[in-house]
């Protein structure tokens, strides 16, 4: 009966590989968002999504394609990774656009290239 | 400068004390402020939620919003081992509507030691 579930958990892969992230939350929200957190915690929004269409799309490389199939899923796609995109990914949902409703997160997917 | 500023820590305490846990923020159009806790190897999950200036309570936490100062805490009192975890603190700007998303601080690790 996880909230806002992710998979993988753990993913140690090569530069240059492709990557996808799956997120899937059974809290009937219709908003949902990608974070990055790096290695000093810092969490920054990447994405986020209401009832499918993208309304928060940050500066990240192009490289990162979200899509959400519908309002409980929400994936992120990354092609040629790097270094850099070492981090934990988070994925969360709330209900409502506005940042001031709460926000529910899963238990990220910690990334690692190698 | 980042919009909001927190001291990352880590913050070591002994069981029962006061803890004190602060964030400035430089965008006065702030209106929501949030503390999110975020233990080892999880998602953060909100904890406070105050809109705009003054207090809130809520069993031992206790979350002050000083706009003028632009300054916010977080104070926890009798404070236990169970504590220990980063505290993130988050805001946003009031909703209305399209693009808005909450900023998050650094965070601060806490450590409360029996």
């Known amino acids: 009966d996880t909230a806002v579930s992710q998979t993988p958990k753990y993913l140690v892969t090569q530069m240059g590989n492709d990557k996808s992230i799956k997120c899937e939350q059974n809290?009937?929200?219709?908003?949902m968002y990608w974070y990055k957190q790096d290695s000093k915690k810092f969490l920054k929004i990447m994405f986020s999504?209401?009832?499918?269409?993208?309304?928060i799309n940050e500066t990240v490389p192009n490289r990162f394609s979200p899509k959400s199939p519908d309002k409980a899923h929400l994936n992120l796609h990354i092609n040629s990774l790097e270094l850099g995109d070492s981090a934990v990914y988070f994925c969360?949902?709330?209900?409502?656009?506005?940042?001031?409703?709460?926000?529910?997160f899963g238990p990220g997917t910690r990334l690692t290239v190698l | 400068q980042k919009e909001v500023e927190q001291d990352p820590g880590p913050l070591s305490v002994p069981e029962g004390a006061i803890v004190s846990l602060n964030c400035t923020y430089s965008?006065?159009?702030?209106?929501?402020f949030m503390w999110y806790r975020q233990y080892s190897r999880k998602g953060p999950e909100l904890l406070m939620y105050?809109?705009?200036?003054g207090n809130k309570e809520d069993g031992r936490f206790t979350a002050q919003v000083d706009k003028s100062s632009k300054y916010i805490s977080l104070f926890i009192r009798d404070s236990q081992p169970s504590d220990s975890a980063t505290y993130l603190c988050?805001?946003?700007?009031?909703?209305?509507?399209?693009?808005?998303?909450?900023?998050f601080g650094a965070g601060t690790r806490l450590a409360v030691h029996p």
């Open positions: 999504y209401n009832n499918k269409e993208l309304i």
């Open positions: 965008n006065s159009a702030f209106q929501y």
């Open positions: 969360a949902s709330s209900q409502g656009q506005g940042a001031y409703n709460e926000q529910f």
């Open positions: 105050t809109y705009s200036s």
């Open positions: 809290l009937g929200h219709d908003t």
């Open positions: 988050a805001m946003s700007e009031r909703w209305s509507g399209g693009y808005n998303k909450l900023i």
